[in-house]
C-alpha cells in the first residue's frame, strides 16, 4: 500500500528506521494524537522493541502499557486482514474482541512478569469479519521498561493452521482406515451372506464366517486347506477353479453350482446350490496371495423353480398387491408382467416390450445415464444377480423418481432360463428427508443463534442456564447468563410469578403458555413495563425425565400498546365515521333540493322564450329568432350543468355490485347513443364479466364512447371508435380510442377536471364534467383513468377496473 509521508520528528526516524510497509505507516502516523504522545516522549525500552519487531521477518508484536497499544511488523500484519491498517496502534482488545475471553487471562501473567507459551493453541479470530479456526504457536514474553518494571508484553507468532489440520486430516484418515479394516471383518462375519478367505497354494482357510460355518456343518475350517478342511469336494471340481483363479488373477462367478457336502458329518452327502464368487485378492503389487470365496445358498430357489409354472396364478395375484414394484421379464428381455405399484412407477409401461425401446431412461445416481446393457434387468438377464441397487427412473413427460431395485434371473430345474424379476421401491421422499435431516442438523445451532426470536435453554431443577441466542440476551438488557441459575440472573424478576412457573414445568412436563404477559424488567439502567408472549417448554430424555426447560419469548410491548392506542383511536373513528355519515346524508338531501330549485326558474325562462315566440310569430326579426335560439341553448346547458353537477356528487358512492358482462353492456351503450351510419364502432369479442354497479359502469362507458363520438365528427367524415380490453393481474384495463384530433401533452391531466373542455362551448355543446364523472367513479372503485394521445393522432381513453 502507499503511504503519504507526514513531517515527524528525527526520533520517529530512528525507532522505525526499517520494517517495510509497517515502518513506513509508523512514521507517517502522527503519534502526537495518540494516547502514547510523541514518539521522542515514549520509553527508551519501547523504542527498542519496536525497532526489533519491525527489523525482524518473523511475525512479532508489542503490546504496550494498561491498553496493550499494538506495534507489529509486516510479517504480522498478514493475520490481521481487514484489521489493518486500523489496528496499528489500536488497543488489544478493541482490535481482536473475540480472543479477549482467551487474552484477558494470559495478559496479567506476562504482566506479572511470567513468560507464556502455547503450541498450536487454536484461536477463533475473526481479521476478515466473521470467526476462523487460526492453529498459532505463541510465546509472549515481559518487556521491561527502565524502571524495571514491566511496561509491556512481546509477542512472537507462527501460524501452523495448515499443518494442524493436515495432522488432524491425516491422523482422522488412519483412524478410518483402522477402523475400516476392523469394519470388514465385521462385516465378513455379520454379513447376510456365504463368506470364507482360502489364502496360499493349498488354499488354506483364513476366514470363515457363521454362515460358512452353517454350510458346511459348523466344522473347524480356519487354519486348515481347503481339501483336508472338506475332503468331499475334492473331486467336484472347485480345486481346479481355485487355482486357475489363484494362476490367472481372475474372478470365476458361478450360478446355481451344485455342491455335495456333508453337512451332518455323517458321511452322508446333500446336494446344495449356491451362486457363488471367488474373488481373488491382491497385494500392493498385484500379486494374488488369497481367494474370496462369496456365496449365497440357493437351495430353496432351485428347488422352488420345479413348480414354479404351477404356482404362476398365485404369484401374479400376491405379486400384484404387494407394496414393491415388481416386473418380470421373459428370455429374451421383453416385460411380460406388471403389478399396479410397478405401473405407478412406470406409467405406460407396455407388456410385449423391453423397457428400452418404451421411451423411460434410467440414470445413476449421479446423473449419467444407464446404457442398455447397464440396466438391471438386461444384467440380471445375462445371469447377474442385481442386489439392492440404487438409480434414477426418468419417465417420458420428464418426471424422475429415485427408487432402489433388485434383479435376479429366474431357471428351472433342469437350468433352463425362464427369465428376469425386477423388484423396485420408491425412495425419493426417503431420500429428500434424509437429506433435509442431514441439513438440519448443520442448520440447528444457526437456526438457533439466528431465531428471530428470543430463546434460551436451562438445564436442571435448579433451573441453570446452559445457552441463550443473542436476541434473547437482548431482551434482557445484555447481563451475564450462561452457568447462573434464573433466580440469580433475573434478580428483578422475583415476586412476579415467573420462578415458580418454571418449577412447575419442570415438575409436571406440561409447557405453559403466556400471551402478553406484563412483567417489569430491570435493562439497560432503567426498569421497563414490558409485555411479552412466551412459552416454557419440558425438555424431555429419552427417558421420559425432564432434563430442562426451554424459554421461547417474544416481546410485544410495542404491539399491546399499539393495540391500546389503535382501540382508542377505532371508537374516535366511530364516532367521525357515524358524524360522516350523517353530512353525507345532509348532503345529499341539499344536492337534490338545490338542482329542483335551480331548475324552477330555468324552466320559466325556457317557457318565457317559447311564448314570446309564438306571440310575435313572423313579427320578430332574423337577429331577434337567433337571440330566442340562443336562449334557449343557454336554458339546456344550464340544466345540463345541474345534472352534471348532482352525477358528479353521486359519482363516488357505492352501492349493491353484482356480476356485470361488459360486452352485453357495451352493446347496450352503442344502441343508447345510436351512432349516425358514418360512425364505425369496433368493440371488443370476448369481452369479461366484472363485479361492479351496472349504471355506474355504463355511465363510464356512455361518456367516454359518447366524447369519442362527438369530438371526431367534429374534425373527421370517417370517425371511427374503437374499444379494447386486456387482463393487467387483479384488474382489467378498458381503452376507448378514436381517430380524432389528439390532445397536446399539457392537457392529459386538465380535461379530467369539472367544468374544463377543450373546445369553445357554442362550437360543442357540453358542461365539462363528463371526464371528471368518469375518473371519480373509477377511482371510488379502486381503478384509476388516463389518456394516451398526441395532437393529429386521435385519443386512447383508459381506465382499470377490479375483476372482484
Excluded at 494524537?33 to 522493541?49: F, I
Excluded at 415438575?507 to 439497560?524: D, I, L, M, S
Excluded at 375518473?775 to 377490479?802: C, H, L, N
Amino acid at each position: 500500500m502507499t503511504v503519504q509521508w507526514k513531517p515527524g520528528t528525527d526520533a520517529a526516524a530512528r525507532v522505525f528506521a526499517d520494517g517495510g510497509e509497517l515502518g513506513a505507516l509508523c512514521r507517517a502516523k502522527d503519534w502526537s494524537t495518540h494516547p502514547m504522545g510523541p514518539v521522542e516522549g515514549w520509553p527508551q525500552s519501547l523504542k527498542t522493541a519496536v525497532s526489533m519487531v519491525l527489523g525482524s521477518q518473523f511475525p512479532l508484536i508489542v503490546l504496550w502499557g494498561p491498553e496493550l497499544y499494538q506495534f507489529y511488523n509486516d510479517g504480522y500484519r498478514l493475520l490481521m486482514g481487514s484489521k489493518h491498517p486500523a489496528g496499528l496502534g489500536q488497543g488489544n482488545k478493541e482490535c481482536w474482541p473475540e480472543v479477549w475471553h482467551i487474552n484477558e487471562t494470559i495478559y496479567p501473567r506476562v504482566l506479572n512478569g511470567e513468560t507464556v507459551t502455547f503450541e498450536e493453541r487454536m484461536y477463533p479470530l475473526a481479521p476478515h469479519g466473521y470467526p476462523e479456526e487460526f492453529y498459532l504457536t505463541l510465546c509472549y514474553s515481559p518487556v521491561r521498561d527502565e524502571t524495571g518494571a514491566v511496561g509491556g508484553v512481546f509477542v512472537s507468532i507462527f501460524d501452523v493452521t495448515r499443518e494442524v489440520q493436515a495432522r488432524k486430516e491425516r491422523d482422522r484418515a488412519l483412524a478410518e482406515a483402522r477402523a475400516e479394516r476392523e469394519r470388514l471383518y465385521e462385516v465378513f462375519m455379520q454379513a447376510p451372506a456365504i463368506i470364507a478367505v482360502l489364502e496360499g497354494p493349498e488354499h488354506r482357510f483364513t476366514v470363515s464366517n457363521p454362515l460358512y460355518q452353517q454350510l458346511t456343518g459348523n466344522r473347524e475350517l480356519v487354519g486348515k486347506p481347503l481339501r483336508e478342511a472338506l475332503p468331499e469336494i475334492a473331486d467336484q471340481g472347485f480345486l481346479q477353479l481355485l487355482d486357475n483363479v489363484r494362476a490367472t488373477g481372475q474372478p470365476y462367478i458361478a450360478h446355481d453350482a451344485l455342491v455335495r457336502l456333508d453337512r451332518k458329518g455323517t458321511g452322508v452327502v446333500e446336494d446344495v446350490y449356491v451362486d457363488f464368487v471367488y474373488q481373488p485378492l491382491k497385494d500392493t503389487n498385484g500379486t494374488v496371495f488369497g481367494i474370496m470365496a462369496h456365496a449365497v445358498e440357493t437351495t430353496e430357489q432351485v428347488l422352488a423353480r420345479r413348480s414354479i409354472e404351477a404356482l404362476a396364478a398365485e404369484r401374479a395375484a400376491m405379486l400384484g398387491h404387494i407394496a414393491d414394484a415388481v416386473i418380470t421379464f421373459d428370455p429374451a428381455g421383453r416385460v411380460s408382467f406388471i403389478n399396479e405399484m410397478a405401473r405407478t412407477l412406470y406409467p405406460g409401461l407396455r407388456i410385449g416390450e423391453p423397457i428400452a425401446t418404451q421411451g423411460f431412461r434410467q440414470e445413476r445416481v449421479d446423473g449419467t445415464p444407464l446404457s442398455a446393457d447397464e440396466l438391471p434387468a438386461v444384467r440380471a438377464g445375462r445371469g447377474e444377480r442385481v442386489l439392492n441397487e440404487v438409480w434414477i427412473i426418468c419417465t417420458p413427460d420428464g418426471h424422475k423418481q429415485r427408487v432402489q431395485g433388485s434383479a435376479v434371473p429366474v431357471y428351472t430345474d433342469t437350468r433352463v432360463h425362464l427369465g428376469v424379476v425386477l423388484t423396485v421401491r420408491d425412495i425419493t421422499q426417503q431420500h429428500r428427508l434424509e437429506q433435509q435431516l442431514e441439513l438440519e442438523r448443520n442448520r440447528l445451532t444457526q437456526v438457533f443463534m439466528q431465531a428471530p426470536a428470543s430463546i434460551m435453554v436451562a438445564r436442571g431443577p435448579q433451573h441453570v442456564i446452559q445457552v441463550a441466542n443473542p436476541g434473547y440476551a437482548q431482551m434482557t438488557g445484555d447481563r451475564p447468563l450462561v452457568g447462573k441459575t434464573i433466580p440469580d440472573a433475573f434478580p428483578d424478576l422475583a415476586g412476579q410469578g415467573l420462578f415458580e412457573l418454571y418449577d412447575q414445568v419442570y415438575a409436571t412436563k406440561q409447557p405453559f403458555v403466556g400471551n402478553e404477559v406484563p412483567v417489569r424488567v430491570a435493562r439497560f439502567g432503567r426498569v421497563d413495563d414490558a409485555y411479552f408472549n412466551f412459552v416454557y417448554q419440558p425438555l424431555i430424555d429419552e427417558d421420559g425425565g425432564t432434563f430442562g426447560v426451554m424459554t421461547h419469548a417474544v416481546e410485544v410491548t410495542d404491539m399491546v400498546r399499539a393495540r391500546h392506542q389503535a382501540e382508542e383511536r377505532t371508537r374516535e373513528l366511530v364516532r367521525l365515521t357515524q358524524a360522516l355519515e350523517q353530512s353525507n346524508r345532509e348532503l345529499d338531501q341539499f344536492a337534490y333540493v338545490a338542482s329542483h330549485d335551480l331548475k324552477a326558474p330555468l324552466r320559466g325562462i325556457a317557457n318565457l322564450a317559447e311564448w314570446l315566440k309564438e306571440e310575435l310569430g313572423t313579427n320578430l326579426t332574423v337577429q331577434a329568432q337567433e337571440f330566442i335560439t340562443r336562449l334557449h341553448g343557454r336554458v339546456h346547458r344550464m340544466e345540463a350543468l345541474i345534472d352534471g353537477i348532482l352525477t358528479y356528487s353521486r359519482a363516488g358512492k357505492v352501492s349493491e355490485q353484482g356480476p356485470v358482462d361488459t360486452g352485453v353492456l357495451l352493446r347496450e351503450v352503442v344502441e343508447l347513443l345510436a351512432p349516425p351510419p358514418e360512425v364505425q364502432v369496433v368493440l371488443p369479442p370476448g369481452a369479461p364479466t366484472v363485479s361492479a354497479e351496472r349504471v355506474k359502469l355504463q355511465q363510464v362507458f356512455l361518456n367516454l364512447i359518447g366524447n369519442g363520438l362527438k369530438f371526431t365528427r367534429l374534425h373527421r367524415p370517417d370517425p371511427r371508435i374503437q374499444v379494447t380490453w386486456k387482463d393487467v393481474g387483479e384488474q382489467y384495463e378498458f381503452s376507448v380510442a378514436d381517430n380524432g384530433p389528439g390532445i397536446a401533452p399539457e392537457f392529459h391531466e386538465r380535461i379530467w377536471g369539472i367544468f374544463q373542455t377543450l373546445e369553445s362551448r357554442d362550437k360543442v355543446e357540453g358542461t365539462g364534467i363528463g371526464l371528471s364523472v368518469v375518473r371519480k367513479i373509477v377511482e371510488t372503485r379502486g381503478g384509476k383513468a388516463w389518456v394516451d394521445s398526441v395532437p393529429g393522432g386521435g385519443a386512447a381513453f383508459r381506465f382499470t377496473w377490479p375483476k372482484a
